[in-house]
C-alpha cells in the first residue's frame, strides 16, 4: 500500500509539473528539462570527484552532456527512445558511485540524483522503463517530490549537503 501511495505521490508531481507549464509547451521546457539533468550530472560528478573517482566523475560529465543533448534534439510528441537510453546511461554512471553497494553518507544525494533521472525520463516517456537505480543492498529510490527545474534540484540537493558537515564538499554553489 505505502509503495502504491509513493508511486502515486511520484506521478502527482509529475502531473503538476506538466500543468504548471502547460501553458508554453504541452510539458516541461525542454531547455528546463536540460537544465536540470546538467545540474543533478554535474552534482554526481563532485560525489565520484570527492571519492576520489576522477575517471567516474569524467564520465558522468561526459554522458550527461550526451543526455542534455539528446533533450535538445528531441521534439516533443515524438518517440523519445533516444532522451531515454542517454538518461538510462547516466543512471547506470550514477550507480558506480555506489558500486560496492554503500553509499555511506552520500546515499540520500545519490537518492536524489537517481530519482530526478527517473523523473525526467517519466516526463519525455511515460511508458519507458528506466534503468535499474542502485543504492544500496535494500534501499529503494523513491523521492516524494521530485525537482522540476535545476533551481528546486540545488535547493533539494543543497537542502541534503548543509545538513551533514561531510557533505558540505558537495554542496552546489
Not at 528546463?32 to 554526481?44: M, P, Q, Y
Not at 560528478?45 to 550527461?64: F, K, M, P, W
Not at 528531441?74 to 538510462?88: F, I, M, R, Y
Request: charged content about 10%; proline content about 5%.
Amino acid at each position: 500500500m505505502k509503495t502504491r501511495q509513493n508511486i502515486l505521490a511520484g506521478w502527482a508531481a509529475i502531473a503538476l509539473l506538466c500543468l504548471a507549464t502547460l501553458p508554453t509547451t504541452a510539458c516541461a521546457p525542454q531547455s528546463t528539462i536540460a537544465a536540470l539533468t546538467s545540474t543533478l550530472g554535474n552534482a554526481a560528478a563532485s560525489i565520484a570527484v570527492i571519492e576520489g573517482n576522477t575517471t567516474l566523475a569524467a564520465q558522468l560529465q561526459t554522458d550527461t552532456a550526451a543526455a542534455v543533448t539528446a533533450i535538445q534534439n528531441w521534439k516533443s510528441g515524438t518517440p523519445a527512445q533516444n532522451v531515454v537510453a542517454a538518461l538510462n546511461i547516466v543512471i547506470q554512471d550514477i550507480n558506480l558511485i555506489c558500486a560496492n553497494g554503500i553509499c555511506g553518507s552520500y546515499e540520500p544525494l545519490i537518492v536524489l540524483a537517481l530519482g530526478t533521472v527517473q523523473s525526467i525520463i517519466a516526463i519525455v516517456d511515460p511508458g519507458a522503463t528506466p534503468a535499474e537505480a542502485k543504492v544500496g543492498p535494500n534501499a529503494r529510490v523513491h523521492l516524494a517530490y521530485y525537482p522540476v527545474n535545476a533551481k528546486d534540484f540545488k535547493t533539494q540537493w543543497n537542502n541534503i549537503a548543509n545538513s551533514n558537515s561531510q557533505l558540505a564538499a558537495v554542496a552546489i554553489k
